[in-house]
């Protein structure tokens, strides 16, 4: 296909989506264009999307990684790209909406006694769960922003929560090994703390130090096999391993489940046994995946990532450049980036698919502890030490809104679903929501 200098993301998104069937287009504008300095162009669509769709969609355009926003002649002249050869541009599919950047903190609510360790929305974004050093769970009202249960059993720092997917469930970890949970609508514990069944006992062991991270089971898989009952409070299956520490677990779309631990190394566990599917959400999980294997992202004390394919049980990439720990690794939501926080106080982005460094975000003067995205991938949130949250913009690799208000390190962010809303908390004891 040949294609003028003077195309840019306009004519592509028109072109592309004609090609899809997405919309009628006229493809004039081409031969309109196409006077002289053509180019051979092979237009490559990452195949873990959807082909087909009913309705005009928005488009960005890559080169080698780097995102086409002004004309083709203008960004070969600038990267000096011969226009003898043919080019490839990789075209992704963007979110339909657009989520609009928080520039103001709408409330500072007080409560906790003691820090603000982690924060965390509901599915729905209607209410707010914190966890904090003073051993408590609370449950904000984020219509009034006020609160609405505190939740009290742990007998150490609550250092993880996790909402279950439809909402009615919430679990918590803490500092002594121990799990609570709680009932969402009435703010109450759920019977005893999980503990290991009985029967089990002389085989397998319950956690005996921190509980660092939690992860739900996804709301299209529906096992009969379970690490923990929600229902008993008893641990069904222990999965051991592991030398050292675990630090996070995450449960895979694919039914299994992957844990990483300070014994260097990443574990992945089948629990695929007798699994039946939820047909609705199932099918939603697949058109998004569409062909694509399935990827995992980690990041060590080594200073460096890897990015995986579990399926084929070998890194892809290994990710370097950080000069310090990196804390918190984090897929956007189309899985198009990779973004890093580290203690070198900087945030790092990376293809999401290829591992491909892309840029370094510069502005925290202290270490970067947590990451959030947006719901449309455009944004991403960073808090730190140096008691600042900052915005920024994936498109433009640039900052986009500095947030300062925390009176001390900020060491738990997250951004609400429907993406009208960011929380943190932080050393100041105080939890924060932005608009």
């Known amino acids: 296909m040949y294609l003028p200098h003077n195309a840019g993301p306009l004519q592509l998104q028109l072109l592309v989506n004609k090609l899809l069937n997405n919309v009628s287009v006229d493809l004039g504008f081409i031969s309109n264009f196409c006077k002289k300095n053509y180019i051979v162009l092979v237009i490559e669509y ?46 992704q599919p963007q979110a339909v909406f657009r989520i609009r950047p928080v520039n103001r903190c709408s409330a500072t609510i007080a ?59 919430l679990v918590s970890g ?23 069944n009985f029967t089990i006992l002389l085989l397998f062991q319950g956690h005996k130090k921190w509980i660092t991270s939690i992860s739900w089971e996804p709301l299209h898989l529906n096992g009969d096999v379970r690490v923990w009952d929600i229902s008993l409070r008893r641990c069904v299956f222990s999965l051991t ?88 690794v984090y897929f956007s939501p189309d899985g198009q980036w990779i973004a890093s926080a580290s203690f070198d106080k900087s945030v790092k982005l990376w293809n999401g698919i290829t591992g491909n460094y892309v ?18 991938s455009r944004l991403l949130l960073s808090g730190s030490k140096d008691s600042t949250l900052k915005v920024w913009d994936i498109q433009k690799l640039k900052i986009k809104q500095d947030l300062p208000g925390h009176e001390d390190e900020v060491f738990a962010v997250d951004w609400s679903p429907d993406g009208e809303k960011v929380a943190s908390g932080g050393n100041d004891r105080k939890l924060k929501l932005w608009m």
């Open 241 to 328: 391993g592991h030398t050292d520490a675990v630090t996070c677990v995450k449960w895979s779309g694919e039914g299994v489940i992957y844990s990483s631990s300070h014994d260097r190394t990443i574990k992945v566990w089948d629990t695929t046994q007798g699994v039946n599917s939820r047909t609705g959400a199932l099918e939603r999980y697949k058109n998004l995946k569409g062909n694509a294997p399935e990827r995992l992202v980690s990041g060590s004390d080594d200073k460096t990532m890897f990015l995986w394919e579990p399926t084929n049980r070998e890194s892809i990439k290994h990710l370097m450049g950080h000069q310090e720990v990196v804390n918190h």
């Open 359 to 376: 840029a370094t975000f510069h502005g925290h003067v202290g270490c970067v502890y947590q990451l959030s995205w947006s719901a449309d």
């Open 111 to 169: 409560g906790h006694e003691g820090e603000v360790v982690t924060v965390a929305f509901s599915p729905d974004g209607r209410q707010l769960a914190s966890g904090s050093g003073d051993t408590t769970v609370r449950l904000w009202d984020l219509t009034t922003q006020t609160p609405l249960y505190t939740c009290r059993g742990h007998k150490h720092y609550v250092l993880c929560v996790a909402w279950s997917p439809d909402g009615k469930h």
């Open 46 to 91: 990452c195949i873990h999307f959807r082909f087909f769709q009913e309705e005009k969609l928005p488009y960005s355009f890559y080169v080698s990684d780097q995102e086409l926003i002004v004309q083709l002649g203008a960004f070969l002249e600038k990267n000096k790209v011969s226009v003898e050869k043919v080019l490839k541009i990789v075209y």
């Open 174 to 196: 803490s500092k002594d090994g121990e799990i609570l949970s709680w009932d969402t609508q009435t703010g109450k514990q759920l019977g005893m703390p999980f503990k290991l």
